[in-house]
């Protein structure tokens, strides 16, 4: 018998998992979501892996382990056992990467969120993690920063697989999916192949939660889904393209965007709110746990996205009239999500840098 999960991924939607812990992958749970609600990849961030790391002792092992293999830089620890459980992940959507070709099936690493406005730092560390991964199914997290998109056009023109994330708006977007045909023109014009994949980071509900209290509540709760519509639309426009094509005739896939931040903030809203109303072909949409299994027990999803914005445009131009600055807003959330996740790396390398002083000492 088929649940929501399920039917929202035979309708064409990429189903994954924002969420990463040791427990679940050893009581089995990630494997289940696997195999009984079509989850396909997996993706992490700052926030998440603190959490996970830093809260408790499932982790001790595995630095007790790696500071004994020589490793003694706290970032370096944190990466090392990391690509423990990504691996492990990996593993499992293993199948779904070789059965769609590279398209599906991957794990996210992002590179240190401090290094979001430093374009040639971010690229090389973003070759360094590729190259200790020693899987083929990464992306590495690039935040879509000016500086960041440097770095990811780099990153994909050395045939690095990349995310990019803290995208907000319909022109953040288009900048990156811009810098990604460079990269593969680059190498076409190399004589490379162009095999690389990307997906384009698309955050919704961060803009109802920044934008609702400044609006009248019946505009609350649009704002987020009129600009992800948006984005939908250019985004079945750049596949449309000449351009496009002429990447794909030489087998390019394409970047592929992926909604994030998709659960309800708010919690007068359905906690399915977003997850019922992006669902769109080619697309991905990545879900906390709580989220995911939400929808699996009770979600529905009606009509697909489609490639008309009017709706949309007719949306944020309400909360334009109503006195929302919306492209100050999306510079603004960018900013905020960079700090917020520098912040909480922060805190993850302290944690871990004590939990490892503690360990080399015997305490």
Request: net charge negative.
């Amino acid at each position: 018998m088929t649940n929501p999960a399920t039917r929202l991924h035979d309708a064409g939607q990429s189903l994954w998992l924002d969420s990463i812990n040791r427990t679940m992958l050893s009581s089995g749970a990630l494997a289940r979501y696997v195999g009984e609600l079509a989850v396909t990849g997996l993706t992490s961030n700052p926030t998440i892996l603190g959490h996970a790391m830093a809260a408790n002792h499932d982790y001790d092992a595995s630095l007790r382990r790696s500071i004994d293999e020589g490793i003694m830089d706290p970032q370096d620890l944190v990466y090392a056992v990391a690509f423990e459980d990504l691996a492990a992940a990996a593993a499992l959507f293993r199948p779904a990467w070789e059965e769609t070709g590279g398209i599906d099936g991957y794990v996210s690493v992002e590179v240190p969120p401090d290094l979001a406005y430093d374009a040639p730092a971010t690229a090389a560390l973003a070759r360094r993690l590729h190259d200790e991964a020693g899987f083929p199914n990464l992306l590495v997290k690039i935040p879509g920063t000016p500086q960041g998109l440097t770095a990811m056009e780099e990153t994909v023109a050395a045939g690095i697989g990349v995310n990019v994330t803290l995208l907000f708006s319909d022109a953040q977007y288009l900048q990156t999916a811009e810098a990604y045909l460079r990269a593969l023109e680059r190498r076409l014009a190399a004589g490379q192949g162009v095999t690389v994949p990307s997906v384009a980071s698309v955050f919704v509900s961060r803009w109802d939660k920044a934008a609702d209290p400044l609006l009248p509540r019946p505009l609350h709760a649009t704002l987020g889904l009129a600009m992800a519509k948006k984005v939908y639309a250019s985004y079945c426009a750049m596949l449309s393209s000449e351009r496009w094509q002429a990447l794909a005739a030489a087998g390019a896939h394409p970047q592929r965007v992926l909604w994030a931040s998709t659960s309800a903030k708010d919690p007068s809203l359905p906690d399915s709110y977003y997850v019922a109303r992006l669902a769109a072909p080619e697309t991905i949409d990545t879900m906390p746990e709580k989220t995911l299994l939400a929808f699996a027990d009770h979600g529905t999803f009606g009509e697909l996205l489609g490639d008309d914005d009017a709706a949309a445009e007719r949306a944020v131009a309400a909360v334009a009239a109503a006195g929302v600055d919306v492209d100050a807003l999306a510079e603004s959330l960018q900013r905020q999500g960079a700090r917020a996740f520098s912040a909480d790396w922060a805190a993850l390398v302290d944690a871990i840098a004590t939990k490892a002083a503690t360990m080399r000492t015997g305490e």
